[in-house]
């Protein structure tokens, strides 16, 4: 993934963001709706529910995901990432905000408008595979199509295509239960892309998985993304996933957001002691960039090295750097942000040595 550092999301207009989100907020339970705006919306989860019985799952919520990007939603058990991803296509009503995908209004669709997003704009990819077991990996793919109305011939040719672009050709016409766990979230992944949705929405599809199989699924996503360029928004427990797949990262915890920013913007600035534990185990080289490790040029020191990029990770930056003699230049586009030498790049490694597990 590009790990680009770019502006903060509030500067994205709803036409330009794959998706929108302002102020959204689902409380469950009755008269949930009136919690909103009262000091009861100000209580923690724990006291709402012991006072009114309502439990607040998602709490005033609000981000852009830019289109071809990749946005990770992370947070423990509980924090509400699978509420948040049913409310952005309302398979889950939102007690009150704002959900805007390519430019469209989603809170206040008909019914005819979201099925109709669900069909041909959004792709959904969960754990447990949804595939029918009476048909083949061929017609599994192939569905949503069907459902469209798309030809027979279309339909066959277009899943031909998706099968091979995940790797499993020559399964075509195999039954689910033939298959591995990871072969058949592949044949999710096939039947999610065949309808060239606009977005694809992952919740935790690989948690079931072993975690070699877990890891290669992980590379697979990445090598789509690279291939078909998708905005795809992926929900996971897990910190190691979210950092290898996020462009960009939001943390969550009891209903709200506690972060959003870049693999290398979490691990360097956290934004508070429960992001800083979160992260405290993750090796620092492999994530920050040259931008949270570059420094202002010592007086006398030579400003002639080579020129690199701040969005460079650190650990394929460091045989570069410790290659020169004197320190490397980084730059972000035009402008000159600081030097980095040897010193600098060990100083990153030798201090990860006391946090790995
Ligand atoms: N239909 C419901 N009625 C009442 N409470 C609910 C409902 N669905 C979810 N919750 C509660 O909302 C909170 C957020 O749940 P949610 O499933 O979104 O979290 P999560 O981060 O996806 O967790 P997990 O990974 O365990 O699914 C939890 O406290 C959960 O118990």
Known sequence: MTQTEAAPASSTSDEESALSVKGLWKIFGAKADKIIGTPDADLSRKELQAKTGCVMAVKDVSFEVRPGEVFVVMGLSG???S???RLLTRLIEPTQGS?????????????ARLRELRRNHVAMVFQHFGLLPHRTVRDNVAFGLEVRGVSKAERRARAQEMVDLVGLSGNEDSYPDQLSGGMQQRVGLARALAGDPTLMM???PFSALDPLIRRDMQNEVIRLHEEVGKTMIFITHDLQEALKLGDRILIMRDGEIVQIGTPAQVVAEPA???VKDFVSDVPRSHVLTLRYVCRQPHEG???DGPVMQADEIVRDAARKVLEVRGAVRVYDGEEFLGVVDDEDILRVVVAEEGTQP
């Not at 959900?99 to 008909?110: K, L, N, Y």
Request: aromatic share 8%; no cysteine.
């Open 79 to 81: 924090s509400g990432k």
């Open 83 to 85: 509420t948040l991803v």
């Open 99 to 111: 959900v805007t995908i390519g430019g469209q209004d989603i809170t206040g669709a008909d019914d």
């Open 202 to 204: 992952f919740d935790e």
């Open 272 to 274: 508070d002691d429960y």
């Open 301 to 303: 020191e030579s400003s």
